[in-house]
């Protein structure tokens, strides 16, 4: 069985500062871990990917993620914020063609 | 460049009406996937083609719930006999796979169709 957990519902952080949203995963098989960001009224778009080549992703943006396999984790941090980057971000879980799980999201917020 | 496009964007309707969604993939894309969004939550997993033939349906896909993907191009999702449960965002999403690429391909998204059921 596979689980993905977004640790916080919603992320505040004032502009200029560094991002945080945690990811935590479950998987009986070696995953691919995606983040995806979602604007208002807006598609989904892909952030970035990891498929068990470098352990530290580099996205869209000047987001990143590190899989840590000990940790079961996959992070996505960017070391300043900007308050283009207000939207809900989704960690997903990849194992098979049909078995693709989202988290519940993460809402970030960014304060002038 | 054509990305997923979905239709309509939004649909209001009367509790017991059926409703249908049309999604149209990314041309050479031959998986097309169909999931659910409410309020605060992640898209939930509804039902995956490759090309034509349906090779998954989750458990929230009740008897209500029919989709076809007739020619493995456009899909639809009908929903019968709506109920006010059924007021959700549908998202369709399309990507290329392959044998033992599936791992690898992420998903482009339409902007969803919002279903409000009155």
């Known amino acids: 069985a596979q689980s993905v957990t977004q640790l916080d519902s919603h992320v505040s952080v004032s502009e200029g500062t560094p991002v945080l949203l945690r990811c935590n995963y479950s998987?009986?098989?070696?995953?691919?871990l995606f983040w995806y960001v979602q604007h208002p009224n807006k598609g989904l778009q892909l952030l970035l990917k990891y498929t068990s080549a470098a352990t530290l992703v580099k996205g869209i943006n000047g987001f990143e993620a590190e899989f840590k396999k000990s940790e079961t984790s996959f992070h996505l941090t960017k070391p300043s914020a900007h308050m283009s980057d207000a939207a809900e971000y989704f960690c997903v879980v990849h194992s098979s063609a049909s078995k693709i799980i989202f988290g519940s999201g993460t809402r970030l917020s960014i304060r002038p | 460049d054509t990305g997923v496009s979905q239709d309509p964007r939004h649909k209001i309707t009367k509790r017991g009406q059926n409703v249908t969604f049309r999604c149209d993939p990314i041309?050479?894309?031959?998986?097309l996937y169909w999931y659910r969004q409410t309020l605060g939550q992640g898209p939930e997993f509804l039902t995956y083609f490759q090309n034509e033939a349906q090779l998954e349906k989750s458990r929230l896909l009740s008897d209500r719930f029919s989709a076809e993907r007739p020619k493995g191009s456009f899909s639809t999702l009908e929903i019968q006999r709506t109920e006010q449960g059924d007021s959700a965002m549908y998202l369709c999403?399309?990507?290329?796979?392959?044998?033992?690429?599936?791992?690898?391909?992420?998903?482009?998204f339409g902007e969803g169709s919002r279903l409000t059921v009155l």
């Open positions: 999403a399309s990507s290329y796979g392959g044998s033992g690429q599936g791992l690898l391909r992420e998903l482009f």
């Open positions: 041309s050479e894309h031959n998986r």
């Open positions: 998987s009986s098989y070696s995953p691919s």
